[in-house]
């Protein structure tokens, strides 16, 4: 993202000049077009500091604000000014007040969201002005928040079921690695004169004692291979498609595939709810709200529904070239339509997938460290028992 300045006319005439942020001119000026501003001159801000998105707890507090002003019937304008008071970091105390008087200026909340696009999640100010005509902006946001949470969530249960095993094996691997470095090479010496010949040794002490030589190049082939595996990581981010590949192993993966899935599904029928409560026809909900799951293959299969709408083709129909969104999915909005009761079938089917990713949080959690644990102990034990396998095969022969 970038920061440009502009000079626009409002439908009335009166001037506007600001900065807002885009990532091309092309973007800024449809960004204006958008606001309903006859657009005079747009251009690169001089000096400008590219600003990075806000972090995920410093959002998270700033939309939970949000929500308790909106309950309470506050003013946004006036909110906002309350909540920036209450902040510490000052670059988000600056936004705050910007955005609020975007707000006093007369500025519709997506819009004045939309000028800071690269500091806020996708289509935060669309969700926000949605929530506001549809009357349940307290609740959307709500429901924003909880989505995040479990996300956090999710995250969490994940490091702290690794973290533990991963001390453990850090330690394991500098103990074997001395261990390999010392003292293998001088007891592999013995056990070659115990045994006569190399070949006479079990495999997999022959296996152990050639490690012992290779330390520094198997280190070093394994920190490559991380250090590839994080470069392909950050460069599949950069596209489209590389993200959709991504997505694509993430959710062939046991446990943890499934809960991503009914975690974005979750989030689209949720907020599919709301766009349609706000107005939105369905063709133009799908996408709106597939937009906000952050997920590149369900804006896809979105987009594929929406166009299948748009021709006049029945939902059902298209569910076999589907991999993310489920044929349950599809039933339940045909049916919703036909019974006139679309908004309520979403949201119930929002809440059921919420509650079967929070069961799998906890699946994954029961399951994830024994797992761990046991791998970390099976590379010790086996190197332990190369050790010390040739000797136990030389007791067993003397008695």
């Not at 959002?59 to 906002?80: D, H, M, V, Y």
């Not at 902040?87 to 955005?99: G, V």
């Not at 190049?217 to 994080?230: C, R």
């Amino acid at each position: 993202m970038a920061m440009f300045e502009y000079s626009a006319l409002t439908s009335s005439g009166r001037l506007m000049t600001g900065t807002l942020e885009a990532a091309s001119l092309q973007q800024a000026q449809e960004i204006l077009v958008s606001m309903q501003l006859t657009v005079n001159e747009v251009r690169v801000a001089k000096g400008a500091v590219q600003r990075s998105a806000i972090g995920r707890s410093e959002f998270l507090l700033f939309n939970q604000q949000l929500a308790s002003i909106t309950k309470a019937g506050i003013p946004l304008e006036k909110g906002l000014r309350e909540i920036a008071v209450d902040i510490a970091s000052p670059s988000m105390r600056k936004l705050t007040n910007e955005i609020a008087a975007d707000l006093e200026a007369g500025t519709d909340i997506q819009q004045a969201f939309e000028k800071h696009a690269s500091r806020f999640p996708p289509l935060y100010g669309r969700l926000l002005q949605a929530g506001i005509t549809s009357g349940r902006l307290s609740e959307m946001l709500t429901t924003l928040n909880r989505h995040i949470e479990l996300s956090g969530q999710t995250r969490r249960i994940v490091f702290e079921a690794l973290a533990y095993p991963a001390v453990v094996f850090a330690l394991g691997s500098a103990v074997i690695t001395l261990i390999y470095l010392f003292i293998v090479p001088k007891f592999g010496e013995i056990l070659l004169e115990m045994a006569g010949s190399d070949a006479q040794l079990p495999m997999l002490t022959r296996a152990l004692m050639a490690g012992a030589k290779n330390v520094g190049p198997i280190w070093l082939g394994v920190a490559i291979v991380i250090v590839a595996i994080l470069v392909l990581r950050k460069a599949l981010s950069l596209t489209p498609d590389g993200r959709r590949f991504k997505e694509s192993i993430l959710l062939k993966l046991p446990l943890l595939g499934y809960l991503y899935r009914c975690s974005i599904l979750s989030k689209l029928a949720q907020s599919m709810s709301l766009t349609l409560a706000a107005g939105s026809d369905l063709p133009a909900s799908l996408r709106l709200s597939a937009g906000t799951t952050g997920s590149q293959s369900l804006i896809v299969e979105a987009d594929i529904l929406a166009a299948e709408l748009e021709k006049g083709y029945n939902l059902l129909e298209s569910s076999q070239i589907l991999r993310i969104i489920p044929r349950l999915f599809l039933y339940s909005i045909v049916l919703g339509a036909q019974r006139n009761e679309l908004q309520d079938n979403l949201y119930a089917l929002g809440q059921m997938y919420d509650q079967q990713a929070r069961s799998n949080q906890a699946r994954l959690q029961a399951v994830l460290l024994p797992i761990m644990l046991v791998c970390v102990g099976g590379i010790i034990g086996i190197s332990v028992l190369a050790l010390f396998l040739p000797i136990i095969k030389i007791v067993t022969v003397l008695m």
